[in-house]
């Protein structure tokens, strides 16, 4: 069965910083892999997919299927980028999603 | 711009109890997803359905049931409350193609005493 492991809970980083988040993966085949992101308050949003190959809020993030991973990274970290982050990927056409356990990211001042 | 609304933000049942959550999506999405959210553990399926009257088991089934009688509307039931369902459920709605994002709804904090 497929697995997405985020081995870091909280990432406590200082605003200007870089930031990344890491992600690793378990699945034979290639899935398709996604960040969400939480904010206080607000309802679990897609940040970005690996198949758009797109920079969303400076953030990035990079399929190596080598190692099986997909971390997300931004240079400079903001303070309205604390929130909560969840790698998910996807193997069937029905589209379920399995996500990890998430890592909390505090940008401070 | 995509809606998925939950009919209660909160919500305290009584163990034993059997618990009716509604989703509800505006955007006539073919596929809806019920996740419960834990900390340190994420998010995790626990039915999905890809039309009306079908569902499928996701990952954490037991204790759970579903409903989707209308394209719309996709019901979450808990048959008899315990302590250990006490998490915030999240539905989400997809359109059926490659490569869409979920969308979620706010979700429910269900407390079961």
């Known amino acids: 069965a497929q697995r997405v492991t985020q081995p870091e809970k909280l990432l406590s980083v200082f605003k200007g910083a870089p930031v990344e988040l890491k992600c690793n993966y378990s699945y034979s085949g290639s899935p398709e892999l996604f960040w969400y992101v939480q904010y206080s308050r607000q309802r679990l949003q897609l940040l970005l997919r690996h198949i758009s190959r797109e920079s969303i809020k400076g953030f990035t993030a990079d399929l190596n299927k080598g190692e099986t991973s997909f971390h997300l990274k931004k240079p400079f970290a903001q303070e309205e980028d604390s929130a909560m982050y969840y790698c998910?990927?996807?193997?069937?056409?029905?589209?379920?999603?399995?996500f990890g356990a998430g890592t909390q990211v505090v940008v401070t001042p | 711009d995509v809606k998925v609304t939950q009919s209660s933000r909160y919500l305290v049942k009584r163990t034993g109890e059997k618990v009716f959550l509604e989703c509800v999506q505006d955007?006539?999405?073919?596929?809806m997803f019920w996740y419960r959210q834990d900390p340190g553990l994420g998010l995790r399926l626990i039915y999905f359905s890809y039309d009306v009257k079908m569902k499928e088991k996701g990952d954490i089934p037991e204790g759970y049931s579903v409903s989707r009688e209308k394209k719309e509307r996709f019901s979450l039931i808990l048959e008899s409350a315990s302590t250990n369902q006490t998490s915030m459920y999240l539905c989400?709605?997809?359109?059926?193609?490659?490569?869409?994002?979920?969308?979620f709804g706010p979700g429910t904090r269900l407390t079961v005493l």
């Open positions: 989400a709605s997809l359109l059926a193609r490659a490569h869409n994002e979920q969308f």
């Open positions: 955007m006539d999405h073919e596929n």
């Open positions: 998910a990927l996807t193997t069937d056409s029905w589209g379920k999603l399995q």
